[in-house]
């Protein structure tokens, strides 16, 4: 059995390999190749725009893939949505499609729009979008540098962003937010349905959702005196209870829990002062609830 995996290229690869090297695959691939190696004799990879990776899974060509929220509806696959990945080439938060003019355009609000021109990458969505709430515009594919053709070439961009400096340092301003997008993972319907596969592609679930859990956590480990432990206990943010065990000597015991990053950085000082000692900061691969 080989399941044949689509991976998107671009501005998304790096983060992409990043996430897959933390659920523990190596991925590899030569500065010419659309066939990146992994060390998994199962899978093999395929490297591929995401805009296209949906309309080969749902075809069968691929067995699963990842892509965008944003292209699984622009194309309209068939797919099936195995779960949610919320990473992008930037930060960890979703990205965002929005409506954007220039900042001393007339335009105001998504009606203003009626008979004006619009340049995007994701035509059908927009065209849809603004359908549904009764607005006639001409929708145009923008083949890329969309933020440049406003107001020259057009009156509006639907663009992609995830921060928003970009269109502000092109002078534009946001109108509207049409879709927040993130990653999926999406199966073809006749790999999801054959057992092997399925349970191959939940496993890979499992352990992407996992890494990206762990992205921004980390373990702690400590040493109390029995008498200091609930001042400890009393200060501890976990997931859970923290473990508590016994020590050899003395009574003491460890406490070991898990926290957010940022979390750690302001609790280990106080954990010090209030009697812990030994205490142990380590990074995590993968949190599985």
Known sequence: MKLRLGLPSGSLQEATFRTFARAGYQISVGRRSY????????????????????????????????????????TGADVVEVCDLVYSKETDRPARWVLAVAADSPIQKLADLAGKRIATELVEFTRSYLSERGVQADVEFSWGATEVKVPELVDAIVELTETGRSLAANNLRIVETLLETNAKLVASRTAWADPAKREKIENLSVLLQGALRAEHMVGLKLNVAPDKLQSILDLLPAMKRPTISPLANGGWVAVETILEERVARDLIPRLKRAGAQGIIEYPLNKVIP
């Open 35 to 74: 066939y990146p190696a992994i060390d998994d004799p199962e899978m093999e990879c395929v490297l591929m725009r995401a805009q296209e990776i949906p309309r080969y899974v749902a075809t069968g060509a691929l067995d699963v893939g990842l892509s965008g929220k944003d292209w699984i509806l622009e």
